[in-house]
């Protein structure tokens, strides 16, 4: 009797350990099968952010100049106040007056953002880089002044 278990416990070892190796190569072998190729987008990277300063706004398709304005609970909300470039060439979502989504916030004691850019690049659903202004100074470009960027801009666009 006991040899009749130990036969079939060897037996139910080894069926377990071929089933889990069947699995184990079976998984590649149908993956090749019935997967399809990954979209070629999905290998390319991004490189906006390994651009210079001057690079993106070479690139850039529409420079965006946005205002804050107060919101009724002593938050600032920021509005299109200019549209630089093309803004018809990439489907852009906003028109000067609109608000522009996300750009609500509550200032701080010492914090007098006067307003935001945002530079689109191909695809005007998302901006490519959000910068924001201090005394009409773009904070990420070393506080570079608005009108020497919006005419680098301009220089770019031709």
């Not at 099968?33 to 906006?48: A, C, G, V």
């Not at 398709?61 to 002593?74: A, K, N, Q, T």
């Not at 201090?134 to 020497?148: A, E, H, K």
């Amino acid at each position: 009797m006991i040899q009749t278990f130990l036969k079939g416990l060897i037996f139910g070892a080894g069926f377990s350990i071929a089933m889990v190796l069947v699995s184990v190569a079976s998984i590649p072998i149908l993956n090749y099968f019935t997967s399809e190729p990954e979209p070629e987008t999905l290998y390319k990277s991004d490189n906006w952010h390994s651009l210079s300063d001057d690079q993106q706004i070479a690139q850039a398709s529409v420079l965006l100049i946005g205002r804050y304005e107060p919101g009724p609970d002593g938050s600032q909300i920021g509005y299109v106040a200019e549209i630089h470039g093309d803004a018809d060439s990439i489907s852009m979502p906003l028109v000067k007056g609109d608000e522009i989504p996300n750009s609500k916030f509550y200032p701080g004691e010492h914090e007098f953002r006067t307003g935001l850019i945002l530079l689109y690049s191909d695809n005007g659903q998302v901006a490519k880089r959000t910068l924001y202004l201090y005394d009409d100074r773009v904070s990420g470009f070393g506080n570079m002044p608005l009108t020497l960027l919006v005419s680098k801009f301009k220089q770019g666009e031709v």
